[in-house]
Nanobody, 125 residues
Framework: VQLQAFGGGLVQAGGSLRLSCAAS????????MGWFRQAPGKEREYISA????????VYADSVEGRFTISRDNAKNTVCLQMISLKADDTAVYYC???????????????????WGQGTQVTVSS
């Protein structure tokens, strides 16, 4: 599956952004999907995942309650709604596809093995 994230930008602390990811490939609806981010000098952080049918979601503690992941299998898209943004959320955000159809509680990076170009999110304090 090929992935392209978009929707990033510059936002003030406390603001909101909605990221989207366009996917192509026959396996999209069979795969759990997720988002990770990477800030300069920091390790990759997987922040959210959603099962192939959308019925199960997982979030990292750092974004729990502020970010919401969703997907539309008819449109081959996965979205990440972000509210109450903080300066620490500044990073390049990537969507990712899992080799599994389900998600694992406490591990939003479970099975993620492919990703595309990311989109920059900058939160000014």
């Amino acid at each position: 599956v090929q992935l392209q994230a978009f929707g990033g930008g510059l936002v003030q602390a406390g603001g909101s952004l909605r990221l989207s990811c366009a996917a192509s490939g026959r396996t999209f609806s069979n795969s759990a999907m997720g988002w990770f981010r990477q800030a300069p000098g920091k390790e990759r952080e997987y922040i959210s995942a959603i099962s192939r049918g959308g019925g199960s979601t997982v979030y990292a503690d750092s974004v729990e309650g502020r970010f919401t992941i969703s997907r539309d299998n008819a449109k081959n898209t996965v979205c990440l709604q972000m509210i109450s943004l903080k300066a620490d959320d500044t990073a390049v955000y990537y969507c990712a596809a899992s080799k599994y159809s389900g998600v694992l509680a406490g591990n939003p990076g479970y099975g993620m093995n492919s990703w595309g170009q990311g989109t920059q999110v900058t939160v000014s304090s």
